[in-house]
């Protein structure tokens, strides 16, 4: 017995031979090893209407259109991550607007501000869509009828296929085909015998594997587009003791997709914030990193849902009817109590939050008393303070700076103004930050302007009479993100079916086994074996090697040539040139 391994120059032993005289029947052989669309030139002295549009038709469900609309979409997402977006914060497009006179109006055109639900990025979307749906829903028909039918009949000439052994052997043809199935079957080779010979298949996983890969990219694109048209995402910093919520109204800043309605879509729940508890490292290298940063809370959901109580990590969000709520921030308000010329309280212990600039919660922003305040005159007026809050002070000889993020010296910076704050204008203005336009500054004693460091329990009386200010304590904060993103589970379901979709089509090799046995004139049964494999693979010779070795042991050779045999264990392996010289 010999198992040959043959290849042909210029040729894909995965492919189908070309058939000459007596092989025509050879073609049936390698056919439907793959469920790719055949490409067909089209006829083009005869294209009409309906060709032209049929010929599209085939170019954009070929799998090389979908892979180039796969690549631009990848592309187009680049400006998207690198140019602010509209959606994501307008503030920062406002900025390069007008830090940029020449490229805004082109990006402006291009839809660079707003990549995603731009026209050209969206006609991307919606062809690489089309394009899957139009290559997978024919293959997937096409790869149906394939399991539904049988193997392909063996080919007149098995000598002429990749790889091929064959013995004669004193065993009837009956008895050689019925263990041929046997072994073949329980190979988990889906075999039928047909005739003087029994056809097999196996790795029909790969196309599945294929198909699971690209059904599984549909779904990401649906995921992603109904995760970016339905999602809303919200910031809300909350004072310790403070509730929130979740309507639109409460939130400091919001943002949505373009389908998202606020009205209808927002989750009904609230919580309070009951204590932010945070410690750090005290000394050595990572002195200031945080150790422990949980908020504890009470939720309830609905109108009336009952009271609950839970604590919130980071990266260890609550989850409220399919919203997420998650800690992202924390910082200090200095409570501050604000009398005028009179005496009288115009704010009563109030905390004030500011905003943190550093790893240490060097905090900064704004005291704002927009109603209640008189000067000296008696005349209504506004007051406005530029804050500077440190939670442990280094003394003088250490700067502006917090040197520890937790409450060790607290320090408190104030710069005083007054007159217009501007909030009675109509033009938004950030609660962190003081509009100047119309407030003058307090003097001091030197002319400059008025300022002072206060710790705990300090008050800073204005110049003129006009007033104090009165640093009574800290109050903590945290910030939550509030989020909803549909379509996420899908998105992750669909990542890991494409993984293991791509694995599959790449690493299992589809192939078939045909097994001939017939009576030779001489009264001795001829075995024949062969393999076909859809690619050049060195693993269609060696398993057919190891099925012959089994076979052979069932159904051996011949006495008169078992002398010496060419058993599988150590078979003449030829590779056969065009011109049929054989190269041991």
Not at 392 to 402: A, R
Not at 542 to 547: K, P, T, V
Not at 554 to 563: G, L, N, V
């Amino acid at each position: 017995m010999s198992t040959t391994s043959k290849t042909t120059p210029g040729t894909d032993p995965g492919e189908q031979p070309k058939a000459d005289g007596g092989d025509q029947d050879l073609g049936a052989a390698g056919s439907q090893l793959s469920t790719a669309p055949a490409e067909e030139a089209p006829n083009l002295p005869s294209l009409g209407v309906t060709g032209w549009a049929r010929w599209f038709w085939r170019q954009l469900t070929s799998m090389r259109v979908a892979l180039l609309l796969l690549l631009l979409l990848s592309l187009g997402a680049i400006p998207g991550s690198l140019i602010p977006q509209d959606g994501v914060d307008a503030m920062k497009v406002e900025e390069f607007r007008s830090d940029h006179d020449l490229l805004a109006p082109v990006y402006d055109k291009l839809g660079l501000f707003h990549v995603y639900s731009s026209v050209w990025f969206s006609a991307i979307y919606i062809l690489l869509f089309v394009s899957l749906i139009g290559c997978i829903v024919p293959r997937t028909w096409q790869f149906v009828g394939q399991l539904r039918g049988r193997p392909p009949r063996a080919p007149r000439r098995l000598d002429r296929l990749p790889a091929y052994t064959t013995w004669r052997t004193a065993a009837g043809p009956e008895e050689v085909r019925e263990a041929a199935l046997k072994l073949l079957k329980k190979r988990r080779f889906r075999a039928d015998a047909a005739g003087d010979a029994v056809a097999a298949e196996k790795g029909y996983l790969r196309e599945v594997g294929n198909l699971a890969f690209h059904i599984a990219l549909i779904v990401l694109l649906i995921a992603f587009a109904w995760g970016q048209l339905f999602k809303y995402e919200g910031n809300k910093l909350i004072l310790e003791g403070d509730g929130f919520a979740n309507t639109l109204t409460q939130y400091d800043d919001f943002k949505s997709g373009n389908l998202f309605d606020p009205d209808d879509d927002l989750s009904p729940f609230s919580f309070t914030l009951k204590d932010f508890h945070g410690t750090y490292e005290a000394t050595g290298p990572n002195r200031g990193t945080p150790r422990i940063y949980e908020a504890a809370v009470t939720y309830s959901e609905g109108a009336d849902g009952a009271e609950q109580s839970t604590t919130i990590k980071v990266n260890q969000p609550l989850n409220v009817d399919g919203s997420k709520v998650y800690l992202v921030s924390h910082g200090y308000a200095p409570i501050l109590t604000v009398k005028d010329a009179k005496g009288d309280v115009v704010m009563d212990k109030q905390a004030v939050a500011l905003l943190p600039l550093d790893g240490n919660v060097t905090s900064s922003g704004a005291v704002k008393v927009m109603d209640g305040y008189r000067n000296a005159e008696g005349e209504k007026e506004q007051l406005g303070f530029n804050a500077f809050f440190l939670p442990t002070y280094g003394g003088k000889g250490s700067g502006m700076q917090s040197t520890f993020p937790a409450l060790v010296n607290p320090m408190l910076a104030l710069s005083a103004y007054h007159g217009d704050l501007g909030v009675d204008s109509g033009i938004p203005q950030s609660i962190y930050q003081l509009d100047k336009s119309n407030l003058d500054e307090f003097k001091g004693s030197d002319g400059k302007l008025f300022k002072q460091q206060l710790k705990v329990g300090d008050t800073m009386n204005l110049p003129n009479g006009a007033g104090s200010v009165t640093f009574n304590g800290v109050q903590e904060w945290a910030g939550f993100q509030v989020t909803q993103q549909p379509g996420s589970g899908w998105a992750l379901g669909g990542a890991v079916v494409a993984i293991f979709g791509l694995a599959g089509s790449l690493f299992i090799q589809r192939r078939r086994v045909w097994v001939r046995a017939v009576r030779g004139a001489d009264g001795v049964t001829v075995v024949e074996m062969a393999g076909l494999g859809r690619s050049e693979s060195a693993k269609v010779p060696a398993e057919l090697g190891d099925l012959a070795g089994v076979l052979y042991e069932r159904a051996p050779a011949a006495p008169e040539h078992a002398e010496n045999p060419a058993t599988p264990e150590s078979p003449d392996t030829h590779a056969v040139t065009a011109e049929g010289a054989e190269k041991k």
